[in-house]
């Protein structure tokens, strides 16, 4: 671990622990094993991922998607041995399964392929995870437990209204608003802390008749080696399907989330070594009796926006953790589950793609098709099915496209496409200045499977480059996950002070651009040219006009 940075790194993890605290405290209760399990897997997985995993700056602990298919694990391991003691055995051996499987997937480097899942899937998935907490929550928020199944929720909210508790859904509104609302007056404070604070105050202080969390194991948590003595081999058969779907969600969650960590700090991860870092962490926090989790995309933003850039801020997180369960874990049992239950509805919310359902109208049909059918897959059938139905799908319409551009000889080179530097036949007598300007070529459609490979080009160019040219005339289809990918690309270079120019774009590029406002809003049509030349005779104006000021 690097020293030179211990003072950001601390300051880093103590703010990102304090994000995590009311996170995990939800997770634990919505996975149905309490508030406990959330804040143990928090600390556990936050530690072991921070040191064995591929992403330094990665703040690691229960999240969303993972806890969703975790209560659904519970809900099915009590409903088979009747009650969660009996039940713990196998629901533990599910979970370390999980984190092997992770480990296997980073020997075997399966981590590189996650990248080439299209943006409809990821999209229609995210936003269905998010649908299924904010739903879970209804039943919280009034009052009363809910139903294990989505389909039950749904049927039973009217009658759950009618048995509501008003002064429950009262104290989860209140929550919802200083959420949303405290961060106008300051930032410096996590507002999800400062809602759950004054929750709990409130409650405790004009003694509200609601649900709380109630009381939590204090001190170091113990190792449940006894729910393994009751395990027969059956329980391993059982296991082993809902291991492999943690454990797929689990990798994407995470290397999703370094992703963005490389966006944000300018890096890049060994996605392998992640996997095998978080599948040591989940392995050990289902020991402890915690909660899978995998890599928290907000913690990580908030870690390395407060200064953290090494291991040192993750593990700084998870001792701040283990700090709280053993000096605060008794006051845990006053925070009303109404509190709880509106800070997730306000995960559920952020998880939702709003960007890509709002533009559903406006990407291609076949993209849109693709988010609706995963979104309700993930929401009503199953999460790892959603995403094994979404990729077929796209990867039948894309042979369609595929085949549809060679019929109509249309070049389909792939081949160093990114990395091709030979200038084209009509750039042959271009003056440009190469000191200031960079040329890029794409040959053949940008689809989901080289989307990803377009924001590691930005590192690639020259820092002393002031305008970029993307050479567009070989680009006959662009989809949803193209069309973001270059936007992203257009935005940071923009954020280099880079100005970015796209030459001869033809008609379906270009039709999507419009229709999704990126043009004019993001890349002015004074930037777009119809042939090289053009662009060129731009360019002289533009650099003459640049040496003149």
């Not at 298919?69 to 196998?90: D, H, K, Q």
């Not at 984190?99 to 998935?125: A, D, E, M, N, T």
């Not at 048995?163 to 859904?169: M, R, Y």
């Not at 890049?268 to 899978?292: D, V, Y």
């Amino acid at each position: 671990m690097k020293l030179n940075n211990l003072k950001g790194d601390i300051f880093g993890g103590l703010t990102a622990g304090i994000v995590a605290l009311p996170l995990a405290l939800a997770f634990g209760v919505q996975s149905g094993m309490g508030a406990s399990a959330g804040l143990y897997g928090a600390m556990v997985l936050g530690f072991f991922a921070a040191i064995f995993g591929g992403t330094p700056t990665q703040i690691s602990g229960p999240t969303g998607p993972m806890t969703v298919v975790s209560a659904t694990i519970i809900a099915m391991g009590i409903a088979t041995y009747g009650t969660l003691e009996n039940a713990l055995g196998v629901i533990i051996l599910t979970f370390m399964m999980a984190g092997l499987f992770q480990v296997v997937f980073g020997l075997l480097r399966i981590g590189k392929y996650v990248k080439f899942i299209p943006y409809p899937v990821l999209s229609g998935f995210m936003s269905g995870i998010g649908i299924i907490i904010i739903f879970y929550q209804i039943f919280p928020v009034l009052g009363l437990s809910s139903p294990s199944k989505m389909i039950q929720v749904f049927l039973e909210i009217p009658n759950a209204i009618v048995q509501s508790n008003f002064i429950s859904v009262a104290i989860a509104s209140s929550t919802i608003l200083i959420i949303y609302l405290f961060p106008k007056i300051t930032k410096a404070i996590p507002s999800t802390l400062v809602a759950l604070l004054v929750s709990s105050f409130v409650a405790y202080f004009f003694k509200l008749e609601l649900p709380l969390i109630g009381q939590m194991p204090q001190g170091m948590p113990s190792i449940k080696v006894s729910a393994f003595s009751m395990l027969h081999f059956s329980d391993l058969q059982m296991a082993l399907i809902p291991a492999i779907t943690l454990a797929g969600l689990g990798t994407i969650d995470s290397l999703l989330t370094s992703v963005v960590a490389d966006n944000v700090t300018r890096t890049k991860h060994n996605s392998n070594k992640e996997l095998i870092g978080q599948g040591i962490g989940n392995m050990a926090a289902s020991l402890f009796g915690g909660i899978p989790g995998a890599g928290a995309t907000m913690r990580t933003v908030v870690n390395i926006k407060s200064g953290g850039h090494s291991r040192i801020s993750g593990v700084v997180h998870a001792l701040l953790l283990l700090l709280i369960i053993l000096g605060l874990g008794k006051y845990v049992a006053f925070i009303p589950l109404a509190a709880l239950a509106g800070v997730l509805i306000t995960v559920g919310i952020s998880i939702i793609d709003v960007k890509g359902l709002k533009n559903l109208l406006n990407i291609p049909r076949a993209d849109a098709f693709v988010l609706i059918v995963v979104l309700i897959l993930t929401v009503f059938v199953d999460l790892l099915q959603a995403v094994g139905i979404g990729m077929v799908i796209s990867s039948i319409i894309f042979m369609r496209k595929a085949s549809e551009m060679v019929e109509d000889n249309t070049s389909l080179t792939q081949v160093d496409q990114y990395d091709r530097e030979m200038a084209w036949s009509d750039e042959a007598n271009l003056s440009l200045s190469r000191e200031a300007v960079y040329i890029k070529r794409f040959d053949g459609p940008m689809f989901f499977g080289v989307a990803a490979k377009m924001m590691d080009r930005i590192n690639k160019i020259p820092s002393n480059a002031k305008v970029v040219i993307f050479r567009m005339k070989k680009v006959p289809f662009i989809d949803q996950s193209g069309l973001y990918a270059l936007e992203e690309v257009i935005k940071e270079m923009q954020k280099m002070d880079i100005v970015v120019v796209l030459s001869m774009i033809q008609a379906q590029p270009l039709y999507l651009l419009k229709k999704n406002r990126m043009v004019p809003n993001i890349l002015p049509e004074k930037y777009l040219f119809d042939s090289i030349e053009d662009c060129s005779e731009w360019l002289k104006s533009y650099c003459s006009e640049k040496k003149s000021t």
